[in-house]
């Protein structure tokens, strides 16, 4: 029976959040506490000539200055999660990211020298004083003219900016072939153009060393503490991993941003000790803007080809992919194994083929942030479905119907094989797209948009989208260059009274994790809610970790949990037995007791985990207590997928777009708590939306970040939307205990292509035959476009 | 060069010597430990900062401290009466209008500025009220519900 399961249980954690409590880093506040502000280059490419910290060093207040000579050389900077190989088989270039810059900044932002003070204001002015000559070289932030011969060097020992080249799919001449022979072939050059992920909390970082213990703290803004500690201690600073505590407190928001390990948290770490005093660091927004990795940045031609009937044939997509100066943590990943692998779509396209080129510029870096990778799948994908339609002269919808995958369920039907690498799970997607025509009203709307005749014009755009999530079998992403497994731990420990204690090593920055893990915990125990508490984002509280990103969370670490509860009902019915004097065969489980079949002899779940404490009278050979950990390592990604259909009209006189509708039908599998899925999907449409009406970082060509604050970067406010029209259908995970998918990413991943259809729709409809419009669709952009 | 300020914050009298260049955001998170009040840029755009500065939503981040001497402010920490949510924080809860709660001060701040000079908003109004607050989680959707809930409570 499922009492919480499904429903909308509103939130546990927010009542510290409503009433100002909620701690997160920059709120903590130690004794002797010290603040760090950090000196960034502000040239893109320059040689450190001469740095001169004298005068600032005498400022009252002033605590410590440090540059790179005061980091030994055995510390060589943040390390790289993910290798991926040339398709010559050599390793990927991979030059060190120094947590201090010593001689060459390599983009603008790139640190240089950390101040610190007793208050973050001192430190600040006592930067104005540092006296820093730069020779200034050119730079480079495009990157395709980064692979061009003559380019600046972004890494002078290396022989080009090229990180590494990949291919993946068929063999080219043979999907060559198949666009040869095609009735029709669709060809796109497009900009999947940087985003800045803009987590409302700026990122935040408190090294602490305490003598006492000889052990460090560090509390950082992380979606990943346990994998922090591990990469900051064994690649870093060379630090015992149990001699550091990571802490991610409340966190507001990550968005793929907050996955990685920067170099703000060695360096407060690092220096805390060399101090003797806890060093805290926040961000500014400028320096959010310039430091938080970046997103997207894809530079791409793509091909599709189709039958006379309207089947694709074939698929050749090149992209040239931004990795910024150095490699996050996971940024090789990114335009590989989570983009690549995603353009079999939901089609039955058979030869396809991908051509990845990532270069290093003179930028800030680029990794994941929401969907990473599969957003700009989708996005090519879908962009060239819709185009091919139009000049075609088919209906994008149909075109959609006649390439679907048929619906496979994963158990009594194998999963189905793309012809890139990965094996979907479950799949139905007719009906997502079905049910998206019918609440936009397709038939009434199309001839609303013939009829039109007021000055405006009307257009729609279609995205029908899968994802890959739940990442992910250690196994595989190790094979593809991952250098961490991507399991989950759980740790479930009853208390004596019955009430549950669970660690968990997912991290909740806004996913309400606190809420929808409680009600998996108290349905399978059959408890109140009440007497469960999740508990998260401390090194010290949960063993470990590889924390949420990538819609794993409940997937892989609600699949720990799960196993854990099993182990708990497992040793609980063999103290049951005993306490009924019965076989624990005999017994069922329901409503928090366990009951002898056919009877009415129970015992509670609270009498069961008092006796494993209290163990007078205990079953023989049993262990006392009810406390189980467990890792869940998935055989699968999973596969959420969905049909997104935007509504635009553009006034004719002003090129503005106004998004007058947004319907989104998504299958994230089964759902735990409905109003949390659909707040999802809200937050990563707007995401999405944002992309493409409003949001994109624009480097000048000196690499000057051009729009780096709020008052130059667009980011979508509350009057840029319509209410959202959503829904879903439900096709069960099949490998996963609770056969759920995972909806964090879906709603960025699949709009934006629909909202550019939309635009390019009602351009052709207005007679303007364009077939792409750069991102952001700015109204000058558009009117632009209606000039030709 | 320290400057004596008198200000009533939620409802309780701070006296103290600051530095004149502090701004009214720093004052309460450093001076008064109230956290609740968030940072999000440096160019009073994102309205995570937004307080009631004698019953008027204000960006605590563009003023200083000095120049709210002698005023009355009310913060996230100050909505909620006796442990009694305030219908705004209420509305928040039953409509999912909060996800990693950063913005969430601020916007209830804006929303019961609002709801003062309008009890009765529209979608559009209360979309158009939150322009100066930045979220980045909900895309809005819930936000709007949220303070429909609380208009329609306070009715």
């Known amino acids: 029976m499922t009492k919480y399961i499904g429903k909308s249980v509103k939130r546990l954690e927010d009542k510290r959040f409503l009433t100002g409590q909620g701690k997160y880093t920059d709120d903590i506040k130690l004794v002797n506490m010290a603040y760090a502000y950090i000196l960034r280059s502000p040239y893109a490419n320059a040689t450190i000539n001469n740095i001169d910290i004298s005068e600032a060093k005498a400022q009252p207040g002033v605590a410590a200055i440090y540059t790179g000579a005061d980091i030994p050389e055995s510390i060589a900077g943040v390390p790289c999660g993910w290798q991926v190989n040339f398709k010559n088989g050599d390793i990927m270039k991979e030059p060190p990211h120094p947590l201090l810059v010593r001689k060459k900044v390599r983009h603008v932002g790139d640190g240089v020298v950390m101040i610190v003070a007793d208050s973050r204001a001192i430190a600040k002015d006592a930067s104005e004083l540092i006296d820093i000559d730069y020779d200034i070289h050119d730079a480079v932030t495009d990157p395709k003219k980064a692979a061009e011969p003559g380019a600046p060097l972004v890494h002078e020992e290396l022989p080009s900016n090229v990180c590494f080249d990949w291919e993946l799919g068929n063999p080219k001449d043979e999907v060559a072939a198949a666009l040869a022979s095609a009735a029709h072939v669709t060809e796109l050059d497009f900009t999947n153009q940087r985003v800045v992920p803009n987590a409302m909390e700026p990122r935040s970082a408190i090294g602490h060393y305490d003598t006492a213990y000889d052990r460090y703290t560090l509390h950082t803004s992380t979606q990943n503490p346990h994998l922090t500690r591990l990469l900051m201690c064994a690649f870093v600073l060379g630090i015992p991993e149990h001699k550091v505590r990571v802490v991610g407190p409340d966190v507001g928001g990550g968005f793929g941003s907050k996955i990685f390990h920067y170099t703000e948290e060695a360096l407060v770490t690092y220096f805390s000790k060399i101090l003797g005093r806890p060093i805290k660091w926040t961000a500014d927004r400028s320096e959010a803007f310039l430091t938080d990795a970046h997103g997207r940045d894809h530079v791409t031609n793509a091909k599709m080809g189709f039958d006379a009937n309207g089947k694709i044939v074939a698929l050749q997509a090149y992209t040239y992919a931004n990795m910024g100066a150095y490699l996050s943590t996971f940024a090789p990943a990114v335009p590989t194994y989570l983009h690549g692998t995603l353009l079999q779509g939901l089609y039955t396209t058979p030869k396809i083929n991908v051509d990845v080129t990532a270069t290093f510029t003179h930028t800030n870096a680029v990794d994941a942030y929401r969907g990473a990778g599969r957003p700009e799948a989708t996005y090519l994908l879908e962009r060239l479905l819709d185009l091919a339609a139009l000049e075609m002269k088919v209906d994008p919808a149909e075109l ?389 | 060069m320290a400057n004596k300020i008198s200000i009533n914050v939620n409802g309780k009298m701070h006296t103290g010597a600051i530095e004149a260049r502090k701004l009214l955001s720093d004052y309460l998170r450093e001076d008064l430990s109230l956290t609740g009040t968030h940072i999000g840029c440096d160019t009073s755009s994102c309205g995570a900062c937004t307080i009631h500065l004698d019953g008027k939503a204000v960006k605590s981040c563009t003023i200083l401290a000095v120049q709210a001497d002698g005023c009355s402010v009310t913060t996230v920490e100050g909505l909620a009466t006796n442990g009694e949510l305030h219908p705004i924080q209420e509305g928040f809860k039953e409509e999912h209008g909060l996800q990693c709660g950063f913005c969430t001060p601020g916007m209830m701040m804006t929303a019961t500025d609002l709801l003062k000079s309008n009890p009765n908003p529209s979608e559009q109004e209360i979309r158009d009220a939150l322009e100066g607050n930045f979220c980045r989680c909900t895309g809005y959707h819930n936000i709007v519900k949220s303070i429909q809930y609380a208009a329609k409570k306070m009715a």
């Open chain 1, 400 to 788: 959609r119907f006649k390439n679907f995958i048929p619906a496979f369920d994963g158990v009594t039907q194998p999963g189905y094989q793309t012809q890139v690498a990965l094996q979907y799970d479950s799949g139905n997607y007719e009906p997502v797209l079905k049910r998206a025509l019918e609440m936009v009203g397709y038939e009434a709307f199309r001839q609303e948009q013939a009829n039109q005749t007021n000055g405006k014009l009307l257009g729609i755009g279609f995205s029908t989208y899968i994802e890959a999530c739940g990442i992910a079998p250690s196994a595989v992403v190790g094979a593809l260059g991952a250098r961490a497994g991507l399991f989950e731990s759980a740790q479930v420990t009853v208390q004596p009274t019955g009430k549950v204690s669970v660690y968990t090593g997912s991290h909740s920055h806004g996913q309400g994790h606190e809420t929808t893990f409680a009600q998996v915990v108290a349905d399978k125990l059959g408890i109140p809610i009440e007497d469960v508490e999740i508990i998260h984002g401390d090194s010290d509280r949960v063993a470990f970790g590889m924390g949420t990103y990538g819609s794993r969370s409940l997937a892989v670490g609600g699949s720990a949990i799960v196993k854990s509860l099993e182990k708990v009902l497992e040793k609980g019915a063999k103290i049951a037995a005993h306490l009924l004097e019965a076989s624990a065969d005999d017994l069922e489980y329901n409503d928090g007791k366990w009951t002898v079949k056919g009877t009415d002899k129970s015992v509670a779940f609270g009498d069961v985990s008092l006796t494993a404490y209290v163990p007078h009278n205990y079953p023989e050979g049993i262990e006392p207590g009810l406390d189980f950990s467990s890792f869940y390592d998935p055989t699968n990604f999973t596969y959420p997928f969905g049909a997104h259909i935007a509504i635009v009209e553009i006034d004719k006189e002003t090129g503005a777009i106004k998004l007058k509708r947004f319907i989104a039908v998504d299958d994230v599998g089964n759902v735990i708590n409905p109003m949390i899925v659909d707040g999802q999907i809200h937050g990563g449409l707007a995401q999405g939306i944002g992309q493409a009406l409003h949001e994109g970082a624009m480097y000048d060509e000196d690499g000057q970040l051009i729009n780096g604050s709020y008052m130059d970067y667009c980011m979508p406010r509350a009057d840029d939307f319509p209410s959202f029209e959503i829904d879903r259908t439900v096709t069960p995970c099949p490998h996963n205990p609770l056969g759920v998918k995972g909806a964090g990413e879906a709603g960025t991943i699949g709009s934006t292509p629909a909202v550019v259809n939309a635009v390019i729709d009602a351009l052709w409809k207005g007679g303007h035959e364009v077939k792409d419009i750069k991102m952001p669709m700015t109204p000058e952009r558009v009117w632009n476009a209606m000039q030709d």
